[in-house]
C-alpha cells in the first residue's frame, strides 16, 4: 500500500522566538492545557514572561454543579495548573461561559488587557470551525479568537474604546503576531519534548472538570500525546504544539 504525498501534512516551521512576554487569551480555565501548556512551560523556562487571560470562568462546564461553585473551582484549577508551567499572573476576564458572541463587546474587553499587559506575542486558541475533520470546535473558542484578532488591532489605535484611556493606560501596537493554538490550518510549531510531562501535569490539575465530564478512562498523557507526536513528526522532534500565525505587521 502506497501513501499519497497529498495525505501527508506538510512539515511545520519552528515559531519565533524571538520575544519576551506573552499573552494568552482564550475561552476557558483547561484551554490552554488541551494541548498548549507544555509550549508555555518552554517559554518561561527561557525566561519569557507570559500571562494568562480566560474570558470566561468556565463555570457552566460542569453539568452536576451549580455555575457559582464551578467558577470558585475551575479557577482555582486554572491558578495551579498555570503555576506548573510557570505561570504566575493569570485573570479571568469575567464574561459568560458558553454564551459568548464574536462583537463589539468582546473586543473591548480582550483589547483592554492587551493594554494592559502590553505583550509582543498573543496566543489564542483555535478559531476555525473545527479541529480538523469531522470534531467541531465550540462556539466559544470560534469566538475569542476571531474577537483576539481583532482586538489586538484594536489595542494599538488609540481612538479605538479611548474610553479606556485613563489612570496611564496606553494604546499598544507592540504586538508582532498572534498564535492561534491547536488549528487544522497550522503551519508552524514549537518543541515541547523537554517539557512535555509539565503539559501532562497541568491538564491533570483540572481534575474536578475532568470527572465533571464523566470521562472514567480518560488518560490526560494518551490524548496529549494523540496530538503532540504527530506534530513533532511534522516538526522533527518527539513533541510540539501547533500554531497558525497571523502577523499584525502592515500586509501581515
Not at 40 to 50: F, I, L, S, Y
Not at 128 to 145: E, K, V
Not at 147 to 175: H, S, Y
Not at 232 to 252: C, I, K, P, S
Request: glycine residues 12%; aromatic residues 8%; contains cysteine.
Amino acid at each position: 500500500m502506497t501513501t499519497d504525498p497529498a495525505d501527508t501534512p506538510a512539515p511545520l516551521s519552528p515559531v519565533d522566538e524571538d520575544w519576551q512576554r506573552a499573552l494568552c487569551v482564550v475561552a476557558h480555565p483547561d484551554d490552554m492545557e488541551f494541548g498548549t501548556a507544555a509550549a508555555v512551560a518552554r517559554w518561561t523556562d527561557q525566561g519569557k514572561e507570559v500571562v494568562y487571560c480566560m474570558v470566561t470562568s468556565g463555570e457552566a462546564g460542569i453539568d452536576g454543579m451549580r455555575p457559582d461553585e464551578a467558577r470558585r473551582v475551575r479557577e482555582a484549577e486554572q491558578v495551579k495548573s498555570a503555576r506548573l508551567v510557570g505561570v504566575d499572573t493569570v485573570e479571568f476576564l469575567g464574561q459568560p461561559d458558553g454564551i459568548l458572541e464574536y462583537g463589539v463587546a468582546l473586543r473591548a474587553v480582550i483589547a483592554r488587557a492587551v493594554r494592559r499587559h502590553r505583550p509582543d506575542v498573543v496566543v489564542t486558541n483555535n478559531f476555525r470551525p473545527s479541529w480538523g475533520g469531522r470534531s467541531l470546535n465550540q462556539a466559544d473558542h470560534i469566538a475569542t479568537g476571531m474577537a483576539t484578532l481583532d482586538a489586538v488591532r484594536d489595542a494599538g489605535n488609540r481612538w479605538v474604546f479611548a474610553d479606556q484611556l485613563t489612570d496611564g493606560l496606553e494604546p499598544w501596537g507592540g504586538v508582532r503576531e498572534v498564535w492561534a493554538a491547536g488549528s487544522p490550518d497550522a503551519q508552524h510549531g514549537a518543541d515541547t519534548t523537554a517539557t512535555f510531562d509539565r503539559g501532562v501535569a497541568s491538564l491533570e490539575a483540572h481534575r474536578a472538570y475532568i470527572d465533571g465530564l464523566g470521562w472514567d478512562h480518560f488518560d490526560p498523557e494518551e490524548f496529549l500525546e494523540s496530538g503532540s507526536r504527530p506534530a513533532g513528526t511534522r516538526l522533527g522532534v518527539t513533541h510540539a504544539a501547533t500554531f497558525e500565525v497571523f502577523g499584525m505587521g502592515w500586509g501581515g
